[in-house]
C-alpha cells in the first residue's frame, strides 16, 4: 500500500546544498556540491558561452522543434572528437547518442549493457560517485554490483595493487568494470599512466568492458587532451587497427559537459560506445535508439547547440581554452593554499595530497565527527565522507576554513 511506504533519506550533496543555503552565518562555506564558483563564491558562466548564447540568438533559423532520437548530429560529431581524438574510426565503430548529461549517459549505457552484453557483475571502484551504485540499481538490476579497491586511507593514495588484484581474482570475461576517466570523484587521485597501461592490459586479456566516466575534461588540468589519455590509450590497446586478436566486445563512455562548460542545468551530455572492429553498429545503435525512445524520446536541445557552437568555433573554442585553465588554475592554486595554511599550524603531518589530487575534490581523511564539528561550530559543509569540494575555497576564506579544520583536528 502507498500509506506503507517507508521514507527515504534525503540525498546527502542535495541536503547540504538546501541546508547551506538555509545557515545565516556570515562566514558560512560551502565545500559540498561539485560546482564551480569563482573567487566570490558566485556560479560563473563561462565567457564562451556567453558569446556562444548570443551567437545562437542572432541567428534567424532559431527554433524548437524536436531533435532526432539520438540527438544533434553536429554535437555528437564534436563530442565525440573531443574525447576521443580526431582519427579514422573506421577499425572499431563507434555509436554516438546525445543525453540527459553525464548522469543520462551511466543510464543508458547501463540500460543497454544490462539488456545486451548482460554482464555477470558490474565492477565499481570504492569510493565512487555515489549515484553510480543507484544508476546500476535502477537500470540494470540482474547485474550484481561489486566494488574495487581503489583508496589506500593510510597513504592517502592509490590502491593500485587491490585494484588490479580483484579485478584479476573476481571478474570474468564481459564483465563491466566503471572507470573515472580523469579527476576521480571523490578522490581526486588518478592512476598513473604506466598504471592506466597495466590496466588495459589487464582488460585486454581478460575482455573486460571498460565504463569510462568522463566529467571532468578540460576542468581537471586545463588540458583536454591530457585528460583524455587514459580513455584514447584504452581504445587504442583494446582496439589496434587491422587486429584480428579477440578483445573485449567493446568500451563505452558517458561524457558530460555541466563542469568543463559550466552547463549543469542545461543537462548536457553524450553516451559513446566504441565498438570491437568488425562489430555491425546498426544493431547496438537501433537498440540504443529504442531505449531512449521509451525514456526520453528525444533529448533537450540548448546545451547541445552551445557547446557545438563553441567546439566547432575557433575563435570560441580559444575562449573556451582560456576558460578552462581559468578554472583549473584558481581550483590548483586553492589546493596550495588550503595546504599552506594548514600546514602552519604545529602537529597537523603532511597535507602534500592536497596538491597531488586533481579536480574539483579532495577527500580531506576528515572523520564524520570532524565533519560535524566543522558544520556546527564553523558553519563549513562537506560530505560524511570527508569529501571537500575546493571550489568552495577563495582567497577570503581559506584561512578560516584552514584554522577551522585545525581547531577541529585538535579538538
Ligand atoms: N560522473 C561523475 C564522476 C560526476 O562527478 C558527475 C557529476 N557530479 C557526473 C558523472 C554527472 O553529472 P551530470 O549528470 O551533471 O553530468
Redesign the pocket.
Known sequence: RLADIPEVPRDEVFALTADFKADDHPNKVSLGA?VYRDENSQPWVLPSVKAAREALNKNRDWNHEYLPIHGLDDFLDVARDLILGREDTSQSPVVSIQT???????HLGAAFLAQRLKPRHVFISSP??G??HLIWEFAAPDVVQKTYPYYHAPTRSLDFEGMMSTLEAEAVEDDVVIL?ACAH?PTGIDPTREQWEALAELFKRKKLFAFF?S??QGFATGDVDADAWAVRHFRHVLFPRDSTAEGPQGLCI?Q????NFGL?GE?V?ALHLVLAPGTPEPGPRTQLLRLVRGEISNPPTFGGRIVQTILSDPRLRAMWDRDLQTMSSRIKRMRSLLRQEIEKHPGVGDWSHLESEIGMFTFTGLSPAHVLRLRKVHHIYLMMSGRASISGLNEKNVTYVADAIFEVIKH
Do not use: E
Request: proline content about 0%; glycine content about 16%.
Open positions: 561539485g540527459i548529461s553525464g548522469t543520462g549517459a551511466n565512487t560517485w549515484n553510480h573515472h570523484n566516466d566529467a571532468y558517458a558530460s559537459f555541466s563542469k549543469y543537462r551530455g
